[in-house]
C-alpha cells in the first residue's frame, strides 16, 4: 500500500522520501539495533495546537486590535502555517526564515546580529538541531522583554527516527529536547512544556538577571534511548487543560 501511494506522490517529495529511506537503511545496519520503543501520544485528538498558545499569550498583551504594541517573532516560519494565523497586524510581525514563509529572508543567526528590536512573544521552530536550537534561546532571551513569552515547539519526540540527527524522516523534531533539559536547570525563568502539537515549550523571563544553563558536554552525545530512559520522565510537563498553569 505505501508503495502504490509513493508513486503519486509530487516528483520533489519522492525524492526526498528515497533519500530518507536509504539514510534511514544505513543507520539500521550501522547500529545493528535501533531503540523501536516509542512515546505516544493523542496529539491529533487533543484541538489545540501551538498558535492557540502563542494567540493566548499575545492576547495577555494586547490592548487594541488595531493599533497593537504587541511585537512577535517566528524563527523559521516554513509554508506561514502557523505565522499567518498569529493575530497581529502584519507591521507587528516579524517572520525569519532562510528559505521560505515570514517576510525577513536571513538564518536566525545572521538576525539576530543586527536586531535592535526586542519582542513580547517568540517563537523558535528553525534549524530542529540542539546546538542552533540553543543559540536560537539564548538569543531570544536577550531580546525579550520582562515577562515575555518563549515558545519552542518539537520537544517530545516519539520515536529514535523523529529524533535523529542527521534528519532521516519526513516528520523531524531533531533532538531540541535537550534544551529543554538546560531549561529545567536555569535560573530567573518558569519553563514548562505542554503536551500537545509535538511538546511546545514555554518559557516566561522572570527575572533580566536570568542564568541560561548550557550542559553541552554532558548532552551532545546523547540519543534518543537516553531521552527515554533518563530524561522524558523527569520533564516538566503540563497537560492541556492545565495551562492556565502557566500562561
Ligand atoms: C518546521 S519548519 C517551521 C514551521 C512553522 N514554524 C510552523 O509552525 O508552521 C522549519 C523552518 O525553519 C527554517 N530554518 C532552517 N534553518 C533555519 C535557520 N538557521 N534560521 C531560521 N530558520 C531556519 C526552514 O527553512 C523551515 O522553513
Redo the contacts with the bound molecule.
Sequence with gaps: MKFFIYHFLPPIIRKTTFIYFFRKLFYKIKYKKVDNRKIYNNWEKINLN??ALINLAISKFQKNIVNSDVNYL??????????NCVSLPVSNKYG??????GNIR????D?FEKNKLSFDVI?I????TYQ?CQK?IINSLKSLKLNGYIFV??LIPTSWEVEHVPRLNGV?AGDVWKVAVELNESKGIEFKIINIDKGVGIIIKKSNEYEYTKLNSNLIHKTYSDFFDNYFKGMPILEHDEIHKII
Design positions: 501551538r498558535t517566528e524563527i523559521g516560519c516554513n509554508n506561514n502555517e502557523n505565522f525569519v526564515d532562510p528559505i521560505s514563509g536571513k538564518t536566525s543567526d538576525f517563537f521552530d528553525g534549524l530542529h542552533q536560537d515547539h518539537d523531524w
